[in-house]
C-alpha cells in the first residue's frame, strides 16, 4: 500500500483546506520575508515539496531560476497550470525528495509549510538533509519552515474542528506517539452526506533537534527563528523557522 504522501487521493480531496487562495496571495509577501532572512543575492532557487508552486512562482516572477519538486503528479499539475497563468518558465520535477540529487546547482533551497519529516525513519530525513546540502553551491543558503515541538505542545488539542468555505468540515484528530518524536493524525472531512478520512504520520522537531540534525548534515551557521519574519524563537514562536548555511572551501 503507498505511503499516504503518495496517495493522490488526499492531495486532491484536502487540496482546498491546505492551499486556499487565501495562502495562495500570503506566499507572495513570505517570498519577500525569506529572501531577508536569508540575505539572498543568488539566482537559481530549488523549492522541495514545492506542492502546487505557492512559492516557486513568486520567485520565478521575481526573476530567479526555481525547479520545483514534489512527489504528487496531482500537486505539480496544479503547479504547472498556475505558472503558466503566470507566465513564468519554471523546471518542475516529480521525484521523491529523497533520491533527488543535483550537485553544487543551487544558491538557495526552502523547504515550507511543514514539508519535511513525512517519513517513517529520521535517518530518511537526515538523507533528505544530505540531499539539499549536496545540491548546494558553496556558501549556498536552505530555509526550512516547519511547525516545532515546542509549538505543537504548546496548543495540543486532541480534537481541531475547522469550517471549510464550501460549508464542509474538517475534524483533526492528532496523537502524540513515540515519545513525543512523531504525530499521527487522523482527518475527517465531512461534506453534506460524504465522509473523507485519511491517516497521516509526521516526524516533528524541537529547535534544537532540528539545528543539531542540520550541523550533522554538515550546515554551518544555523540560526532559529519564531516565522519568517525572524521574531526570535522563544516561548511564543509560531513556526520553527531555520537558516543555515553551507559552508565555504
Not at 504528487?72 to 520535477?93: F, G, H, Q
Not at 516529480?94 to 526552502?110: E, K, W
Not at 471549510?164 to 474538517?170: E, K, P, V
Request: include cysteine; charged fraction near 25%.
Amino acid at each position: 500500500m503507498d505511503e499516504w504522501y503518495e496517495q493522490e487521493d488526499f492531495w486532491r480531496t484536502f487540496y482546498g483546506f491546505m492551499f486556499s487562495p487565501d495562502k495562495f496571495s500570503a506566499a507572495q509577501q513570505e517570498v519577500e520575508k525569506v529572501l531577508k532572512l536569508t540575505s539572498f543575492h543568488g539566482k537559481r532557487v530549488l523549492d522541495l515539496a514545492c506542492g502546487p508552486g505557492r512559492h516557486a512562482v513568486p520567485f520565478a516572477q521575481k526573476g530567479f531560476t526555481v525547479t520545483g519538486i514534489d512527489g504528487s503528479k496531482y500537486l505539480l499539475e496544479k503547479a504547472k497550470a498556475y505558472a503558466d497563468e503566470n507566465s513564468v518558465p519554471v523546471e518542475w520535477i516529480h521525484q521523491d525528495m529523497r533520491s533527488f540529487v543535483r550537485q553544487n546547482s543551487f544558491d538557495l533551497a526552502i523547504s515550507l509549510f511543514t514539508s519535511f519529516g513525512y517519513f517513517d525513519s529520521k535517518d530518511e530525513d537526515l538523507l533528505v538533509l544530505k540531499n539539499i546540502f549536496e545540491a548546494l553551491k558553496a556558501g549556498g543558503i536552505f530555509l526550512i519552515d516547519t511547525m516545532g515541538k515546542e509549538r505543537f505542545a504548546k496548543m495540543y488539542q486532541p480534537t481541531i474542528v475547522h469550517e471549510m468555505a464550501d460549508g464542509g468540515l474538517l475534524i483533526e484528530r492528532p496523537k502524540v506517539v513515540e515519545n513525543w518524536s512523531r504525530i499521527h493524525n487522523h482527518w475527517i472531512l465531512l461534506q453534506g452526506n460524504v465522509v473523507h478520512q485519511f491517516d497521516f504520520r509526521l516526524n516533528i522537531y524541537s529547535g534544537i533537534e532540528l539545528k543539531e540534525l542540520l550541523l550533522k548534515t554538515g550546515f554551518s551557521n544555523v540560526r532559529l527563528y519564531g516565522d519568517l519574519d525572524g521574531h526570535e524563537f522563544d516561548t511564543n514562536a509560531l513556526r520553527l523557522v531555520a537558516v543555515a548555511q553551507k559552508p565555504t572551501p
